[in-house]
Structure formats: structure tokens, C-alpha cells
């Protein structure tokens, strides 16, 4: 079964610019999670989807961040202006279903997003 | 507001030692627990889940143990090999609604041959 794949896997851009990340699932999973790990931190979730509806975007600093996850598959994320303090590594996951059984969520490689 | 505390941030132990990484929660609400060991420049690895409703987990030497009421788990890592040098983090996800998970810091663990 094939993982979680992001791209790109690195970017470097300087601050004002805009930049956007992609993600593709693991086949026949229904949820998608984005993350925000700022280096020395621990992931923080900024938006989660069921299909391709938003169950939480309750982080997502909305002036500046966008997602969308149509046909419930890919997803990108974007982020237009970038600012400095958005440099970090940015992570996708993917699991089954949420609701109120867990099931185990499993995470791509990452972004490592530069901002000069 | 859910909060999650590692300690210590960093660990250096020469190999064959064992060892445990702490992880505490100011909230006793959880579903359950997870520990996740990340590599450099790689995602994050799923070690161990434990449920609510349990008290420790195991998978080869890793051990982990869950104390909803004092709000602490820890993960007991026995015989120490240098290839588990990595950061280790733990996360809680809440009893109802969206699975979000709440992450500490990480432990970064180096193990010394």
C-alpha cells in the first residue's frame, strides 16, 4: 500500500511571495489532516477534512492560509502572503474515517518551507 | 485547552542502556494516546496507540504505559541501539468529535555507540 506523498519536498521563497503544497492520500482514506511543525515543536493541526468537507479549520490563520481538498482525494495547501514565522515543515496525514472510533492516522514526509 | 509536555526536550545514553521518555496531559478527557518517532527530514512513524480504556502497550522493547487520572504515559525504550536515535513524540486526541491530535515537544534522543 502505498504512503502518503507530498510535494514538493522542499521550497525556499522569500517573504510576500506565495507558495502551495500538495498532498495525496493514502488510496480510500476519507480524512485528510494538515499540519504546521515549527522547528523544536510538535505538529500543530491547522485544518482537517472529511471527504472533501472541513471538519476543523479552527488554527488555519484564514488571512493567509487556503486549502481545499476536491473530489475528496488530493489536497493543497496554500499560503499567500508568506511571512517569515511561516517557515516550518508542513505535514500531511491521512486515516480511514473520524467520527468517534479512531483510526490511525499516517503521515507523508513533509514540506520544508524556507522563508527568506 | 488541551496541553502536552515532554520531558526532558533532549537525552544522550550510551547503547544497551534502558530508558524512559516522559509525556504529560493537562487534560484526562483523551480517546487515547499515541507515540510517534520522527526521523530528520522524514514524517512522523506511528510506535505505539494505547486506547482509553488501557493501561500499556508493547511492540518489540518498546513499552508504552498510560495513567489517564495523574494525566502521564511513558515510553520505555529497553536496550537502546543507535538506531533509535530520533525525536519521539507523543500526542492525545479528544473523547468526541474531530480526531485532532494535540502534540508536546518531542523528546530528541541519541543514542551513543
Known amino acids: 500500500e502505498a504512503g502518503v506523498a507530498q510535494s514538493p519536498r522542499y521550497k525556499i521563497i522569500e517573504k510576500r511571495q506565495s507558495v502551495a503544497f500538495w498532498c495525496n492520500p493514502i488510496s480510500g482514506h476519507a480524512t485528510l489532516y494538515w499540519y504546521q511543525q515549527i522547528l523544536g515543536q510538535g505538529p500543530k493541526l491547522l485544518i482537517q477534512f472529511q471527504n472533501n468537507g472541513v471538519v476543523d479549520d479552527s488554527q488555519l490563520p484564514k488571512d493567509r492560509f487556503s486549502a481545499e481538498r476536491l473530489k475528496g482525494v488530493d489536497s493543497t495547501l496554500k499560503i499567500q502572503p508568506a511571512k517569515l514565522e511561516d517557515s516550518a515543515v508542513y505535514l500531511c496525514?491521512?486515516?480511514?474515517?473520524?467520527?468517534?472510533?479512531?483510526?490511525?492516522?499516517?503521515f507523508g514526509p513533509g514540506t520544508r518551507l524556507t522563508v527568506l | 485547552k488541551q496541553e502536552v509536555t515532554q520531558i526532558p526536550a533532549a537525552l544522550s545514553v550510551p547503547e544497551g542502556e534502558n530508558l524512559v521518555l516522559n509525556c504529560s496531559f493537562t487534560d484526562s478527557a483523551i480517546y487515547n494516546l499515541q507515540w510517534f518517532r520522527q526521523d530528520p527530514g522524514k514524517g512522523l512513524t506511528s510506535l505505539l496507540l494505547i486506547q482509553s480504556s488501557q493501561r500499556e502497550q508493547t511492540s518489540g522493547r518498546l513499552n508504552a504505559s498510560l495513567d489517564k487520572s495523574s494525566g502521564r504515559s511513558t515510553l520505555y525504550i529497553a536496550a537502546s541501539q543507535p538506531g533509535d536515535s530520533a525525536t519521539y513524540l507523543c500526542a492525545v486526541s479528544r473523547i468526541q468529535g474531530a480526531q485532532k491530535l494535540v502534540f508536546g515537544q518531542g523528546t530528541r534522543l541519541t543514542i551513543n555507540p
Open positions: 496525514a491521512s486515516s480511514r474515517t473520524s467520527g468517534n472510533s479512531y483510526n490511525e492516522q499516517f
